[in-house]
């Protein structure tokens, strides 16, 4: 199980965009998990107040989600649903039949991770 949730809000692309900082992950902590219908959870992270300039989104953004699964990195990306709010990031998780992340995440992520 991870500790921590890595997190980036910009996507991993190779190739950085001119002009755009390349994107990186940061260690966020979840602040909230809350069941949202069968099988799927939102779930808030918060962001430091030095992570705030990284973590501005429009709608219709992604974050990408890193997480150390049963002694393997797996990473997966999540469409941002909820307002922009200054310090934090909330996305929803839907379990899928097989899906490692999903399912850790629904199973055992929780506050403080």
Known sequence: MSETIDTDVTGTDAEATPGRRRATFHTLRVSEVRPLAAGSVGVTFLVPAGLAGDYDYAPGQYVALRAQIDGQEVRRSYSICAEPVRGQVKV??????????????????KVGD
């Open 92 to 109: 929803a998780i839907k379990k899928t039949l097989g899906g490692v992340f999903s399912t850790w995440a629904n199973e055992n992520l």
